[in-house]
């Protein structure tokens, strides 16, 4: 089991950055891929990025790739998204999530807002 919440989100300009955190609690939090998502108003969840548990190989959208960067610390529980070059459309609630079971994302944090202002 995992528990997972999140931190740092915020209001901020086009262009701006923002790094959201995840922190984790359970013991097995090393072997879980890591991911967050992102869900606008109106509109479904939407897959950002995935890194798994070794920490090589992330997985982006397109509509973030190049902007946005996810690392790991598995010493200290912890999942990290830095966001830079920031624009509106990027504004939802970012949520974090583990990997359960291969292709399930079985625990989900409460959410954080990110509201990116033109």
């Known amino acids: 089991q995992v528990q997972l919440v999140e931190s740092g989100g915020g209001l901020v300009q086009a262009g701006g950055s923002l790094t959201l955190s995840c922190a984790a609690s359970?013991?097995?939090?090393?072997?879980?891929?890591m991911g967050w998502f992102r869900q606008a108003p109106g509109k479904e969840r939407e897959f950002v990025v995935a890194i798994p548990w070794s920490g090589g190989s992330t997985l982006y959208a397109d509509s973030v790739k190049g902007r946005f960067t996810i690392s790991r610390d598995n010493a200290n529980n912890a999942v990290y998204l830095q966001m830079n070059s920031l624009k509106p459309e990027d504004t939802a609630v970012y949520y974090c999530?583990?990997?359960?079971?291969?292709?399930?994302?079985?625990?989900w944090g409460q959410g954080t807002q990110v509201t990116v202002s033109s």
């Open positions: 359970g013991p097995t939090f090393s072997s879980y891929a």
């Open positions: 999530a583990a990997e359960g079971s291969p292709g399930e994302w079985d625990y």
